[in-house]
């Protein structure tokens, strides 16, 4: 019994001894920036054993609402790298998942839920940048997405490693940095952060020789002096009242009218007129005898 739990001891510790390399190969991690804004790119770099190969992943979560029985999430301009790769996508509270990748047309590919989680994943992705779309159907109102995106590097002759990924592709909030064995939650901003206001100190000379700092005078604002209300006086009123101004009245000089001359009678018409008389007067009574 005793050989047996030497034994047993002794396997054990092989073993750990076996797997602490592995588990040590990671033994620094430096982001910058720490506190990146969404589409800046994040550079990872650290420590490592010498050509040790180095899993790097990505990943955050998001919540997607459900409308009429299916949810949709779109993402666009996903950079995918070059080399070694694996796209992963995990959906909780769905009956199915579907994971659309668009090329020159919409390549999807598919999978039922289990217990209510649908996983689709899909290695050696051909480097480049894809418009991916994540659909499916749900009974629930809500759906939790996990999106995963992977990559494997190789750390130099001196163990220095170094990997860059672009955030344009994740929304604004805490994501998730794994090298190796390191874990660290980054938070990806949507905008720079508000700086905090700062109190100006007023300085002052140190040392005996020096001038001491002037202290700041402070000058109070006069008190104004109570004015005293003026009653206003009363001005009489004097109403004129217009003196009507008599109107002249014009004559109208009247011209007399120049009354023509009688024209003169011709002298002899009389006598004229006395004879014709005295004829017809005569013929007449001839006439009648």
Do not use: C
Not at 5 to 14: D, E, I, V
Not at 87 to 112: C, E, Q, T
């Amino acid at each position: 019994m005793d050989k047996l739990a030497r034994t047993l001891s002794l396997t054990f510790l092989f073993f750990l001894l076996a797997i602490s390399p592995v588990s040590a190969a990671v033994t620094s991690l430096h982001i910058s920036p720490e506190t990146p804004m969404k589409g800046d790119v994040v550079s990872i770099s650290g420590d490592a054993s010498p050509g040790e190969e180095i899993t790097v992943s990505v990943s955050f979560k998001t919540i997607v609402s459900v409308s009429e029985g299916t949810y949709r999430y779109y993402i666009s301009d996903v950079k995918i790298p070059s080399g070694p790769n694996n796209f992963k996508v995990v959906a909780k509270n769905v009956k199915n998942l579907n994971v659309g990748v668009k090329l020159l047309i919409w390549i999807s590919k598919g999978s039922d839920a289990s217990n209510g989680v649908a996983v689709v994943s899909q290695s050696n992705v051909p480097a480049g940048t894809y418009d991916v779309m994540i659909y499916g159907e749900s009974s629930a109102s809500t759906v939790e997405l996990e999106i995963i995106a992977s990559t494997k590097i190789t750390a130099n002759s001196e163990g220095r490693y170094q990997y860059s990924y672009d955030t344009s592709s994740i929304p604004p909030g805490t994501f998730t940095l794994s090298v190796g064995g390191i874990t660290k939650q980054v938070t990806l901003l949507s905008s720079p952060p508000a700086p905090s206001p700062t109190q100006a100190q007023p300085s002052s000379f140190q040392g005996g020789g020096g001038a001491p700092s002037p202290s700041p005078t402070v000058t109070e604002a006069p008190t104004p002096s109570p004015v005293t209300p003026v009653t206003p006086t009363p001005t009489e009123t004097v109403t004129v009242t217009p003196t009507a101004t008599p109107t002249e009245t014009v004559t109208p000089t009247v011209t007399p009218t120049e009354t023509p001359t009688p024209i003169q009678g011709i002298p002899g018409f009389e006598i004229v007129f006395a004879i014709a008389g005295l004829v017809i007067a005569m013929y007449l009574v001839l006439r009648k005898e």
